[in-house]
T-cell receptor, first 114, second 115 residues
Framework: AQSVTQLGSHVSVSEGALVLLRCNYSSSVPPYLFWYVQYPNQGLQLLLKYTTGATLVKGINGFEAEFKKSETSFHLTKPSAHMSDAAEYFCAVSSGGGADGLTFGKGTHLIIQP | DAGVIQSPRHEVTEMGQEVTLRCKPISGHNSLFWYRQTMMRGLELLIYFNNNVPIDDSGMPEDRFSAKMPNASFSTLKIQPSEPRDSAVYFC?????????????FGPGTRLTVT
């Protein structure tokens, strides 16, 4: 069985500040890890993914995440927040890549203060 | 490409009525997924298909829910009879499938309200 825990249902940062969204996972097999973003009344869009290889992965819009197996973590960061980053962010895990369903965390609502 | 297409975008129905949600995956994608999003339970996988065959329906909440994929370009999720607790946003997603394809592309969702 797989599970994802996202710490903090709401995170508030000032524009220009560091964004850090936390994600811990549980998986009995080597995981595939994903971060998705959801803007209001829209579907989910992939930000970045970890499959194999380099543990630091870069995604769209300046986001990156680091896979730390020893900590079972996959935290999402962005050096400088922009107002347009305000959205809901979901961490997800899969055991079978694109051919397997995703298990999502509860989501973190990112608020950007001007 | 038009992306994953879902219809209707909004559905309001009365308890006891049959509801059918529709999804057209991205052309060439072999895997299709149905998810449900609620405030209480977040995003949940309901069922997924590979090459039109249902692989895992363990997330389907009750026998009132059924899903079909008669061909590679169309899938339906049916609720009969509907209940107020079925109110949620239902997402369809598709991917190329296979061990080397990792991204699921999500549709805009269908917001279902059962009164």
């Amino acid at each position: 069985a797989q599970s994802v825990t996202q710490l903090g249902s709401h995170v508030s940062v000032s524009e220009g500040a560091l964004v850090l969204l936390r994600c811990n996972y549980s998986s009995s097999v080597p995981p595939y890890l994903f971060w998705y973003v959801q803007y209001p009344n829209q579907g989910l869009q992939l930000l970045l993914k970890y499959t194999t290889g380099a543990t630091l992965v870069k995604g769209i819009n300046g986001f990156e995440a680091e896979f730390k197996k020893s900590e079972t973590s996959f935290h999402l960061t962005k050096p400088s927040a922009h107002m347009s980053d305000a959205a809901e962010y979901f961490c997800a895990v899969s055991s079978g890549g694109g051919a397997d369903g995703l298990t999502f965390g509860k989501g973190t609502h990112l608020i950007i203060q001007p | 490409d038009a992306g994953v297409i879902q219809s209707p975008r909004h559905e309001v129905t009365e308890m006891g009525q049959e509801v059918t949600l529709r999804c057209k995956p991205i052309s060439g994608h072999n895997s299709l997924f149905w998810y449900r999003q609620t405030m209480m339970r977040g995003l949940e996988l309901l069922i997924y298909f590979n090459n039109n065959v249902p692989i895992d329906d363990s997330g389907m909440p009750e026998d009132r829910f059924s899903a079909k994929m008669p061909n590679a370009s169309f899938s339906t999720l049916k609720i009969q009879p509907s209940e107020p607790r079925d109110s949620a946003v239902y997402f369809c997603a598709s991917s190329q499938g296979g061990a080397m394809s990792y991204e699921q592309y999500f549709g805009p969702g269908t917001r279902l309200t059962v009164t």
